[in-house]
């Protein structure tokens, strides 16, 4: 009898632990019997997962978040080589959370000789550090990327690469406008703007304040609106706290089946810029995107970004489909003034509905294949040559 696969797989944080779960779901349709052992979340672990540690030990941003936890993370880097280092499994792979998977493939691959070394999404070289693809083949087998133009900075540096597709496509329910309005007792016409001013502390410090001032001048322009937040449940004192006596009380929904149907039922949109751009998208929302940066990081950013878009929709098309209010534009009445205008004007809402369908289809929209398929092709074919080197 042929052993069962196994699989070593490593995510760090939400998006990672969805693509994990797309990855070993496609896998187990011609593998039912692999084995997966790793560092994952809720949706891997429903897939089969053993996790080492529970992935949110993982989950940190800024460093005044991981300073405090810098030895427990190394620990944790040191256990993780050490056991692929022991399972020898048929391949690791590692999905985004470069800082921690790029460490621990350094520590282990020196010692896991015939293990093919797999990254799930590409560092974005296209944006800036471009040399960092260099850096990145000298230590990885094979990379899947979600975006369509990623792979010829890796290929040229002799690191082989898949477009795989983005997982916000995989999506199937796209959201339910009524039920959400029936919900939080809205009217059918009843205008609901969507906040979306980011899921980091250091976000939400410097958004939330500017999107609530825009947010305020919208209100004067369209007196029935009611502004909507999807946000985490642990940032729900902090966002109750700010719009304390502040006469706007935004209606706050934490869970990922309100958030769309709110996407649904919404308007239009402001978002911090991010991969929520995308699920605005495929909710069919007209949306905005603002961002601002400290002084310092804003100064660095000019010099280092060498895309002239930062939104995905706008880089996938070339073109300015979602406007971009950015650092010195991310003020209030830059903001108010187009989302009032994206509210009344029904031909720039239809044509960047129009848009999203041109940008989504370029990310796997339609495909026969699902990117968590495609990735799951791509994984088992890595294995095979590795296997049976031609």
Not at 209 to 214: I, L, P, R, S
């Amino acid at each position: 009898m042929t052993a069962p696969l196994r699989i070593f797989i490593i995510a760090g944080e939400a998006s990672g632990d969805l693509l994990g779960g797309n990855l070993m779901r496609a896998i187990k349709l011609t593998h039912p019997d692999a084995q997966f052992t790793g560092v994952g979340g809720r949706r891997m672990t429903e897939e089969g997962l053993t996790s080492l540690f529970p992935m949110e030990e993982l989950s940190v941003m800024g460093l005044a978040e991981v300073l405090p936890r810098a030895l427990a993370i190394l620990g944790r880097i040191r256990q993780t080589a050490r056991e692929i280092i022991k399972q020898k499994p048929d391949a690791v792979i590692t999905i985004d959370s470069p800082d921690f998977c790029f460490r621990v493939v350094k520590k282990a691959r020196p010692k896991s000789k015939g293990v093919p070394f797999i990254h799930y999404v590409a560092p974005s070289v296209w944006a800036w550090r471009p040399g960092r693809a260099e850096k990145v083949s000298k230590f990885l087998d094979h990379l899947l990327t979600l975006l369509p133009f990623e792979p010829p900075y890796f290929e040229k540096h002799g690191l082989a690469a898949t477009f795989v597709g983005h997982p916000v496509v995989e999506r199937e329910n796209r959201g339910d406008g009524d039920r959400f309005r029936r919900n939080h007792g809205l009217k059918p016409d009843q205008p609901i703007l969507c906040m979306l001013p980011g899921s980091r502390m250091s976000e939400l410090s410097r958004l939330l304040d500017k999107f609530c001032d825009a947010a305020d001048i919208v209100l004067r322009n369209k007196h029935n609106a009611v502004i909507v937040i999807p946000t985490l449940p642990h940032l729900k004192d902090t966002i109750d706290k700010f719009f304390h006596g502040k006469g706007i009380n935004p209606i706050l929904v934490y869970s990922e089946e309100e958030k769309f149907d709110c996407f649904a039922a919404s308007v239009i949109a402001i978002a911090a810029s991010g991969t929520v751009s995308l699920e605005l998208a495929v909710s069919d929302t007209p949306h905005i995107i603002a961002y601002k940066l400290s002084p310092i990081s804003a100064w660095w950013a000019k010099r280092l970004i060498k895309t002239p878009y930062v939104n995905l929709v706008n880089i996938l098309l070339k073109r300015p489909v979602v406007p971009e209010l950015l650092l010195d534009q991310c003020e209030p009445v830059p903001m108010s003034k187009e989302l009032l205008r994206l509210m009344g004007d029904k031909e720039s809402r239809v044509a960047q509905l129009m848009d999203f369908r041109e940008a989504l289809i370029k990310i796997g929209l339609g495909d026969p294949e699902t990117p968590g398929q495609k990735a799951a092709r791509a994984v088992l074919g890595v294995i095979e040559k590795w296997k049976n080197p031609s």
